[in-house]
């Protein structure tokens, strides 16, 4: 049986994928010397950065709380799922192979698949669901000072470990997506899913502008427009160089 999609919900995805896009364009012509600048410290680009994560975040926990909602099958769950996952693994290869010190292991795309699992399981919670959330951000505020008080915590910023984010130094990779604090932004995606289908589900059965349809295309294929944009763009740049060269 199908559902009706929500196309305001594929929207929001829609202006994450917009702003990724335009953001890994300029990262994209700054690796290719067309730009200058520090993505890595700069606070203009590392905010855009942690936005655009938690918008997708968000955006992945709402999706999920219409999923429960509508009664998705657990057959179709791990289907999705493993796209996510075989996506991930993709994403590790093509950054191993760009960035070979600093490939992604730990990336958007793992921390989803693992977050997932995890919204699914909890999706029973309901208002607890904020609390956890806001539990998740408490851990995270104390991860790197307790790294202080107990030495033996190191352990937690080798690679087996530093998935779950109770690091006191980043790790060296393109992309660090870990449990803590982003499973708290998934909850509260959940638990504000859940609220709006509850109390104000007009917000996500309301017709849309017709200007804000290619948002909501956007929306519906966020998955593989994540996978191609990046290639796309990087080939051009190549050939570009190649052109100059």
């Known amino acids: 049986m199908s559902h009706p999609r929500f196309d305001a919900l594929d929207a929001l995805r829609g202006v994450a994928i917009v702003w990724m896009t335009l953001y890994h364009l300029a990262f ?9 600048q520090n993505f890595y410290v700069d606070p203009f680009w590392t ?27 657990t057959q179709r769950f791990w289907k999705r799922w493993s796209q996510v996952a075989a996506c991930a693994l993709l994403v590790t ?13 730990f990336g958007v795309l793992h921390g ?20 956890a959330g806001g539990l998740v951000f408490a851990i995270k505020l104390i991860a790197a000072p307790a790294h202080n008080v107990w030495a033996g915590a190191d352990f937690l910023n080798e690679p087996a470990f530093n998935w779950l984010g109770l690091i006191s130094r980043k790790p060296i990779t393109e992309d660090y997506v870990p449990l803590v604090p982003w499973l708290g932004v998934m909850w509260w995606g959940m638990a ?5 289908l509850r ?21 519906r294929w966020s998955l593989s427009w994540y996978m191609l944009h990046q290639p796309v763009m990087i080939g051009a740049l ?3 160089s190649w052109l100059k060269a």
């Open 199 to 219: 109390h104000r589900a007009a917000w996500l059965t309301r017709p849309l502008p017709a200007s804000s349809a290619p948002l909501a295309w956007l929306g």
């Open 47 to 73: 905010t855009q950065r942690t936005l655009i994560v938690s918008l997708f975040l968000f955006c992945a926990g709402l999706g999920q709380a219409v999923a429960v909602a509508q009664g998705q099958s």
């Open 238 to 240: 190549m050939a570009l």
């Open 112 to 131: 989803i698949a693992v977050m997932l699992v995890i919204t699914r399981f909890t999706a029973g919670w309901g208002c607890w669901l904020w609390l």
């Open 28 to 36: 994209d012509l700054n690796h290719f010397g067309y730009l200058a």
């Open 93 to 105: 290869a093509g950054s191993w192979w760009m960035y070979p010190k600093s490939f992604i292991y």
């Open 192 to 196: 504000a899913g859940q609220w709006v």
